[in-house]
Every structure is written in C-alpha cells, then in structure tokens.
C-alpha cells in the first residue's frame, strides 16, 4: 500500500507529520458486504483547499462522513491533528448536505447558526450574548445577516446552503469537511462560498470539499483527491488533474480529451 | 348540559381524573413534538399497542388488577418492542416504518389473543382488562394521578433541560453526531420518554388510540408558530385540552370510552388549526394567493419594480 500524501508541498518529516490536520490510513467501509470505500490513505496538509472528486457512487460522501465517525469503518484509522476525531472533534467543522434535513423545521436562520456553538456550550449551558455575537458574525460573512430571523423554509436553497456554512463557520474550527456546498446553487451562491473558501485558507485553515463540476476544479482547489471506491490519485491540481487521471477516476463512463484551452469533458 | 358539567366538575373524584387527564395530555404533546419532527410519529402507536401483551401477561402472572403490575408489564412490552424495531432495521434490508408494522400487529396479536384467553378463563370476567383497548379515565384512582403528575413533571424538567439538544436532534442528527454529542443516547431518552408516557396514558385513552395524544396536538400546534419552543408549549396545552374535553365528555354518557373521545377533541384542535392558522392555515394560504392574483392583475399583470 503506497501512502500517497498531499505534504510534500511543504516538506515534512515523519513526526510532524503527525499533527497534520487529517490523516487517514487505510480507510475501508461497507455497507451490507459490499465495500463502498477501499484501502483509502491520504494525508492533508494545513492551509489547503481540496477539492474531493469522482463519480457519482464513487464513495465520496461515505469517505467524509466515515472520517467523522457518522459511518463505521471496517478498517483503517483516522487521525485529526495527531489525535483520534473524538479527541479533536472541536477542531472539525462539518456541513452535511443540504438535502439531509427537513427546512420545514420549525425554527429560523440565527437558531440553526447557534447550532454551531453548540458542541462548545455541553449539554446545559445556554447560547449566550457571546454566542449570538459569533453566530451573527458568521451570518454576516456568509452575507445572510439580514435573514438571521427569516424562517428556514423561506429561504432559497442557496441561502439556505449559506446558512449550513455559516453554522460550521460558528463552529470555529481548523479543519472543515464540506459535503457538496455547491450542488445546486446560483452564481452568487457559488461567488459568496468560493470567497469564504479563500478566506479560511488564508486564516490557515484546511476544507475538505466533495465537488462535482469538473470545470472549476482549476479554479478553487488547491490539491484534489480523485476517488473511485479506491483513491486514484491525490496532490496538487497543477500535478494530478489532468486528462489520464481523470480516465482512470470515472473510467468508462467520461471521455475525457486535453486540449490547449485545458480539460474537455464529455459523457459517454 | 352545563349542569353536568357543573357536577362533574364538582365531585372530587372527577376532578383528579381531570387534573389526570390533563397532565396526560401536557406531557404527551410536549413529547409529541419531537417525534413528530423526528418523522417518527408513528413509534407511539407501536409503543401503545405494544404494550396490550405486557399487560396481559402482568395479569396472568399476579391474578390481580394493579396499576402498578399493569405499568411495569406495558414497559417492559414496550421496551422490547423498540429493541424489536431496532433490531430489525439494524440487520435487515426493512425500513423503519415497516419494521414498525410488522412489531405493532405481531405485539397486538399476541396482547388480543391472551386478553381473549383471560376473560374466557374463571376470574377474567372481573379482570376490566378489556377496558385498556380504548381507555376508561374513570377507573383512575388518586393515586393513579399523582404518579401522572410525577411522570409529567419528570418529562418537562427534562425536555426544558435538554431542550437545545432535543431540538438539534431532531433537525440535524448526523451534524450533532459529528459535533461528538451522544445523539445515540439522547435518541434513546427522548424514546424512553416516550415509552413511559404512552404506557401511563393507557389506562385513560387505551392502547388503540394512545398515539393520536402524541402526534394530533403537535401537528396542529406546527400551524401556529414557526418556532420549535412555541410548537411545543402549544402543542402541550392542546393536549391538556383534549384530555379536558375527553374525560368531561365521557362522564356525561355512561359507558361511553375516554379514549375516543379524547382524540375526537385533538381531532377538532387539528381541524380548527389546519383551517383558520395566521400564514399556515388554509384559509390564510387561500386569502394570501387570492391577494396575489388581485395585485397582478391591478398592475396588468406587468411588474414594474
């Protein structure tokens, strides 16, 4: 088994390596028998955008989600910052996918925000002045503060993906783990989420992001992680996003040709 | 009719069937809410019938009428029907809702035949058992009432206390799971809760129609407010309500059952809910889009904003 790894960047060594902000070894899940996520290791480094890429069933959610803890894993081992992810939940930031909860839930924007700074509150201790602060911060930087009372529902489905982002953003975390935060939003959904994208990065922050529109990869991703059930390929975009990687990631199913103007893609 | 009312009011014996009553109704539309939004309205209706079995066998074990006997045998029912449920989504390919089915008819079943065999048997004839089909307040005793009152009491102290986690739960479990909260063990209280009530309110609106107390109020409170703590502080005081309404209505027509009764009542809260609610009701939606339609057509059906 080849550990492939996103450091080499920044030149690490072996023992620092160890508090790099996700490292995952070997990574295996299965539902009813049949594996959905393979003998997956890859390590990110800090300060990174990654984009997470493959086709449809390609195990991409399952991959997030398992390096959580939300799915058992049959095999391997997930390190966060050098600590196991119950040790270190605080520093994870998550946002599910849109479509995993009911918006007809009754409560409004500001309220699901507060969600966020739920994990540092415990189980009794009450969101308080500072917490409404953050969470209104958060609203503000995802350009939702003027919806803080709007109720969920009434939201659109981009605002809707702002508010999910704004929450984990309450979270105050080092490492986020996106799950699609650009499927199915409009052009200013998509402007305001790729500059607050650029903007943890610049904090030093790293974000995982499950992607699918292959003509933007380029664009918002520093490094990619071409997963098919079995990591393809992982490193820098300039590295490994390019025409034969990408055969091999969505095999039969794209035709994939590399012209000057950059990737061409084409369903098969 | 309001001289009846009047003395029922006035006997004390039905005045602590009503306090009964009410509390039962608090506690199940407070508790109610949550399943209800959790999509699993349906587990009070397992639960309750459920719990027929476990009463029987409660019977047939001591030979005598208790509460109390009655009480541990719905809950150990009732228990073992949520492990039944669990078990069978957990190592099948069956959802949730028909692994409910299959444990609600499988627990009836056995709970009809053995009430079947015990009023067929010497002493059945006295055993009142069959009154736990569709409940009979009547038969509650004070004592009845202060362990409803302590189980209400239990049940608000904790969904005030837990509250925000309830409430995360409920909307976004995978996101409180990866936050590190023990979404498996308060998924578990807020079920056992649920247990407990549904098993307390047996005795007064019976096994059939116990569910209709935990899911009727919260949906008709859901058309008043937007906002989860309302809902259930709505959704609370329509059941305590009903069960008001239940227990006076059935005292006035003898042999008439509290149970049914008592849902008629929530019924009502529901239907007056769904038609005359600010924004959600029907007849808001309907003057909203009549308003829209004027608007357009005042304007020429251009928009010049």
Known sequence: ?268 | MWNTIGALILDPNVRWIIVGCMLLGLSSGVIGSFMVLRKQSLIGDALAHAALPGICIAFMLSGVKSTGGFFIGALVAGVLATFGIRWITQYSRIKQDAAMGIILSFFFGVGVLLLTHIQHSGDGGQSGLDKYLFGQAASMMQSDVYVLAGISLLMIVICVALFRLFKLISFDPGFAKGMGLPVAFLEQLLLLLTVIIVVAGIQAVGVVLMSALLITPAIAARFWTDRLHIMVMVSGIFGALSGLIGTLWSGMVSQLPTGPVTVLAATVFFAISALCAPRRGWLAKLWSRKQTKEQWQRQGGISHE
């Open chain 1, 1 to 268: 088994m080849t550990h492939l790894s996103l450091s080499d960047p920044i030149a690490v060594t072996d023992n620092n390596a160890m508090a790099m902000p996700l490292q995952v070894t070997g990574l295996t899940v299965a539902y009813h028998k049949k594996p959905v996520v393979q003998d997956v290791s890859f390590t990110l480094a800090p300060g990174r955008l990654i984009g997470l890429i493959g086709p449809n069933g390609a195990g991409k959610s399952t991959l997030l989600k398992a390096s959580l803890g939300l799915v058992p894993s049959i095999a391997g081992d997930v390190k966060v910052y050098g600590k196991t992810y119950q040790q270190h939940r605080k520093k994870i930031g998550y946002v599910p996918q849109r479509e995993s909860v009911d918006w007809d839930f009754p409560t409004n924007a500001l309220d699901v925000v507060l969600m966020g700074t739920y994990g540092r509150l415990g189980w009794f201790r009450r969101p308080g002045k500072h917490e409404h602060e953050t969470a209104m911060e958060c609203l503000r930087k995802v350009g939702m503060a003027d919806y803080a009372q709007r109720q969920i529902s009434q939201l659109s489905g981009g605002q809707q993906q702002r508010i999910f982002l704004a929450r984990a953003l309450a979270q105050q975390a080092q490492l986020y783990l996106m799950d699609e935060p650009f499927a199915g939003v409009d052009a200013t959904t998509e402007k305001a989420i790729i500059s607050l994208l650029e903007q943890l990065k610049a904090e030093g922050k790293t974000v995982l992001v499950v992607h699918h529109d292959l003509s933007t990869v380029e664009a918002y991703f520093d490094d990619v992680l071409l997963l098919n059930r079995t990591l393809i390929g992982v490193g820098a975009v300039k590295d490994i996003f390019n025409a034969d990687m990408l055969q091999q990631t969505y095999g039969g199913k794209m035709a994939v040709l590399q012209g000057k103007e950059g990737i061409v893609l084409a369903g098969k």
